[in-house]
């Protein structure tokens, strides 16, 4: 009966532990879309598609909590990027961009500060990374990208794509599906972009 209710207390403490956890994590994120109402919502969207998908892809309790926090604090690192830049209402300029690409740099060393949020800090630095190594910071290929950042990256693309922006307005999800697969093992893991296309043909809807 003892050891029973020792694991009652754990499980107990540890839910309770991580919705502290998502709480502080969503705080940040709101805080975030003040910052840059562009994306308002963002995070939270992507953090529900990279669950979804991470279901899909019957990944672990542990990876799909993983997963949750970083997709939530992907963008963490904009914080360190000028207002005038992020909120500018056109393309930016070549130096613009470089600035903004140190985003997922500034957000690893961010998270990688937090002892509850370390594991996850290599999954916000490689977000915006490509299979074919042409993405950033650090130009990796898809044998070097776990399966989390690659999950981000597509929930991250898929979403931005489908929102609107400053410069354009919201492609369709049939739209961004198809841009996304033309786009094909050049870019994202083609078991993930599966895997979010079975979502969405079962009815999955994204409500931030």
Not at 10 to 39: C, G, I, M, N, Q
Not at 131 to 139: A, I, K, L, V, W
Request: hydrophobic fraction near 40%; aromatic fraction near 8%; charged fraction near 25%.
């Amino acid at each position: 009966f003892f050891p029973l209710m020792i694991a009652r207390y754990s499980f107990k403490l540890y839910v309770e532990t991580k919705k502290v956890h998502l709480e502080l994590l969503r705080a940040l994120t709101a805080a975030l879309d003040a910052k840059d109402p562009y994306t308002q919502g963002h995070s939270a969207r992507v953090a529900k598609i990279s669950l979804a998908i991470a279901e899909k892809l019957n990944l672990s309790d542990k990876k799909q909590e993983m997963i949750e926090y970083a997709a939530l604090l992907h963008d963490v690192g904009k914080i360190g990027i000028e207002d005038a830049i992020l909120r500018k209402p056109g393309p930016l300029t070549e130096g613009e961009f470089v600035i903004v690409k140190q985003h997922p740099v500034i957000g690893f060393e961010i998270v990688s500060k937090v002892d509850f949020l370390k594991e996850i800090a290599v999954f916000i630095r490689s977000h915006h990374e490509k299979c074919n190594g042409s993405g950033y910071p650090d130009g990796k290929c898809l044998t070097d990208l776990p399966i989390e950042s690659l999950i981000l990256t597509v929930a991250d693309v898929f979403d931005a794509l489908t929102s609107d922006r400053p410069y354009r307005k919201a492609f369709s999800i049939e739209e961004a599906l198809s841009i996304m697969e033309n786009e094909g093992n050049k870019y994202y893991d083609m078991k993930v972009i599966k895997a979010l296309k079975e979502i969405l043909q079962e009815g999955f809807q994204v409500v931030s």
